[in-house]
């Protein structure tokens, strides 16, 4: 597999977090018990950061997850804090470091948990007021050994219990290394799951944390160095997007031309849905695109050519009689496109028998790199295999329900395991896929992925769709490959999305033509 570009940071997943873990330990000579006091640390200063004082609870699984909340309790004890522990599995069964630390707790012992087997003799099990008075809750339940599905289990009786009584709690909750219940590796969440205010990850954070649903449960995530050294060995397929990838964008000097600087095609549009390629087209000029063309319904190229602007150029088709592009008009696409460039296929085109022939015969004859979106993409419900025939690079922007119709799933199946899903897709396809979302991922063939922190309300909004689209045309025009182009656009969205809200005012207030206009700002957030 090929090694992650530098502008994406790695997010190890549990597999190679163990590796990494046993490299540091055994070849680099790092104690555990140090690792693990180092982990404890940050969690205890994150507790303080949420509640400088009040009673802390510590829940504790019997692994090494437990293991660091014992450090952070014993911390927390050492400068003054009431602090309570309880387990789920009776400490009697802690090994390792995670019993070297239980050993080295000052105080009140810890209490077991109610649920499962009878605790030994002078082991008291925790009331059912155990959470009352609590300032902050620490979640050291499971971490990333739990697996969704998996044969690890983890969400039977006491953990299940736990996590049901932790997110009944009315504290903040700090968990360690991965909220219990969420898949560290995928962001899967099979059952219940322990909603954190903060998560304190190790090393580096894990793809379930910014990967939905586990994205929703992680809450803030702060990722703390606790000693591994530089060079740990693992291959990581799934990386955050930093602003580094606008680095990659083509910038305009005295040689530049408009077709240098990106030739746009947006195919599109049908009897009442002009806006989308409108939309799409004035997004590729705003991502830098020097020559952008509307190949549209004949019928519809006064409408568009008289909503401007001035620059954008307009081409009518041969349409059926419901106004929506016919195959006949795939042969005038096909000439359009002789110049080179990028094909944007889909916005506003309708689904009539004629509009759906016309997308399949268009993505199949087009040699050109393609954007496939709206009903671009609802053309090829279950067909998505066929895709892979393409002769030119192939981006796929659809959203969850757009992606099960690809997938013959719902979409309830798309959002519950988002990574499998679009990985999947994008190796049927033989393309990039960009699963829309506050987590959009960009999956390529090969399986590498690249993660958008999100963070833009604002691009909740009807045409948010159409302005990704031509922004993604225009960087592939400009010459990008086609991850690298799907990665930039997304963040460029995003920051525009957020630029947008910042000069109306709210997120509320945004529409799609506010985040084109906030495009130029975007290319350059660094």
């Not at 003799?121 to 979640?139: K, M, S, W």
């Not at 379930?208 to 530089?230: C, N, Q």
């Not at 022939?357 to 004859?365: K, S, Y």
């Not at 656009?489 to 947008?500: D, K, L, P, S, W």
């Amino acid at each position: 597999m090929d090694s992650l570009p530098e502008w994406l940071t790695a997010l190890p997943d549990a597999e190679t977090m163990r590796g990494v873990d046993r490299w540091a330990i055994e070849q680099q000579g790092v104690p555990g018990l140090d690792l693990m006091e180092r982990a404890g640390a940050g969690v205890a200063r994150a507790v303080e950061r949420l509640s400088a004082d009040g009673r802390v609870v510590v829940v504790c699984g019997k692994g090494n997850n437990g293991g660091d909340g014992l450090v952070a309790a014993r911390l927390l004890r050492d400068v003054g804090r009431e602090v309570t522990v309880a387990c789920v599995a009776d400490p009697q069964e802690f090994t390792g470091d995670a019993r070297e630390n239980l050993t080295r707790l000052p105080g009140e012992q810890p209490v077991l948990l109610s649920g499962g087997d009878p605790p030994q003799a002078g082991r008291p099990r925790a009331h059912a007021g155990l959470f009352e008075r609590a300032a902050v809750i620490v979640d050291a339940l499971l971490g990333t050994g739990y697996v969704a599905g998996g044969s690890s289990g983890g969400m039977r009786g006491p953990v299940a219990e736990a996590i049901d009584a932790v997110n009944a709690a009315q504290a903040p909750v700090v968990s360690v290394d991965v909220p219990s219940g969420v898949d560290a590796s995928t962001g899967v969440v099979a059952g219940g799951a322990v909603r954190a205010s903060i998560t304190v990850t190790f090393h580096a954070a894990k793809p379930g944390l910014w990967i939905r649903p586990g994205k929703a449960y992680a809450g803030e995530v702060d990722t703390i160095d606790i000693g591994i050294p530089r060079g740990a060995p693992g291959d990581c397929a799934i990386g955050l997007i930093e602003p580094s990838v606008l680095g990659l964008l083509a910038r305009r000097d005295g040689s530049s031309t408009k077709f240098s600087s990106g030739h746009v095609l947006v195919a599109g549009g049908s009897r009442g849905l002009t806006g989308a390629p409108r939309m799409a087209a004035l997004a590729s000029m705003r991502a830098g695109a020097g020559y952008v063309t509307a190949l549209i319904p004949a019928s519809l190229q006064g409408i568009l050519a008289s909503a401007g602007p001035a620059e954008l150029m307009t081409r009518g088709l041969a349409e059926g009689t419901d106004g929506a592009l016919s195959a006949d008009a795939v042969a005038g696409v096909l000439q359009s496109t002789e110049r080179g460039g990028a094909l944007a296929l889909g916005p506003g085109l309708g689904r009539s028998e004629g509009a759906i022939a016309f997308a399949r015969e268009l993505a199949r004859e087009a040699t050109v790199a393609l954007v496939l979106d709206a009903d671009g993409l609802n053309a090829h419900a279950g067909r998505l295999r066929q895709l892979a025939d393409r002769r030119g690079p192939t981006i796929l922007t659809p959203h969850a329900g757009e992606l099960g119709r690809l997938l013959a799933l719902d979409s309830s199946e798309i959002e519950s395991e988002r990574l499998r899903h679009v990985r999947a897709a994008a190796e049927q396809a033989c393309a990039v896929v960009v699963l829309k979302g506050d987590d959009t991922l960009i999956a390529d063939p090969a399986g590498r992925v690249a993660v958008s922190r999100g963070a833009s309300p604002a691009l909740a909004t009807a045409g948010s769709g159409d302005v990704l689209t031509g922004v993604i045309a225009a960087l592939l025009a400009q010459g990008l490959d086609a991850f690298a182009a799907g990665a930039a656009a997304v963040f460029m969205h995003c920051a525009a999305g957020r630029e947008a809200a910042r000069r109306v005012g709210a997120p509320e207030g945004v529409i799609a033509s506010d985040v084109i206009e906030a495009l130029p700002y975007a290319r350059g957030a660094r």
